[in-house]
């Protein structure tokens, strides 16, 4: 009796121990770095009141990380999105998050909505097979501003993509350098 009580004992460990704890495998998510994804439109240390300051993506289904992914064929995506947060200085230490309404947006390519971040969609085209964002975000007021990709990242140099894969499909993150960032991720700027 006691030697069958070992065995159940020893068989539930070994079960328990196998189980994956790994959330990104349960949910058939992969990492890819492929640099310069997303871009600052001609960047500047000032903008006007009532200019706007474009944030944009592109790129083809065929990516490089190493090796040539058909990152449509793999997800099923027809959606990647990112966000990025803009804040207004209000003092020495502190910032204020800068919102607009949806309809302010200059909304060339792709899709945004405006919250606490723009959360930025890049569209599948079909017929070029590129994933496409173009979005200007309008300058309302004067004042020093900086902008950011981390608000759901830890990331200070980068700006990560995230597939809008079908359930049954992979969903694929991509870890995109971006320039014009300081040592902390933002990107400054001054509005006159």
């Known amino acids: 009796m006691k030697k069958l009580h070992y065995t159940v004992l020893i068989t539930i460990?070994?079960?328990?121990?196998?189980?994956?704890?790994?959330?990104?495998?349960?949910?058939?998510?992969?990492?890819?770095?492929?640099?310069?994804?997303?871009?600052?439109?001609?960047?500047?240390?000032t903008y006007s009141v009532g200019q706007k300051l474009y944030v944009s993506s592109q790129f083809p289904r065929i990516l490089n990380d190493g090796a040539l992914i058909d990152i449509f064929q793999t997800t099923g995506a027809n959606e990647f999105v990112f966000s990025y947060v803009i804040e207004k200085q209000i003092n020495a230490t502190d910032w204020e998050l800068v919102t607009v309404n949806d309809s302010q947006l200059d909304i060339v390519k792709g899709n945004a909505q405006n919250g606490s971040y723009v959360y930025a969609i890049c569209e599948y085209n079909t017929v070029s097979g590129l994933y496409e964002y173009r979005v200007g975000f309008p300058l309302l007021s004067t004042g020093i501003y900086r902008m950011s990709f981390g608000y759901n990242s830890d990331s200070v140099s980068s700006v990560e993509l995230r597939s809008l894969s079908p359930a049954t499909r992979l969903i694929l993150n991509i870890n995109s350098t971006i320039t014009g960032l300081d040592g902390n991720g933002f990107y400054n700027f001054t509005v006159n």
């Open 13 to 45: 460990a070994i079960l328990v121990s196998n189980c994956d704890t790994n959330d990104d495998g349960f949910y058939n998510n992969v990492f890819i770095d492929v640099p310069n994804l997303v871009t600052i439109e001609t960047p500047t240390a």
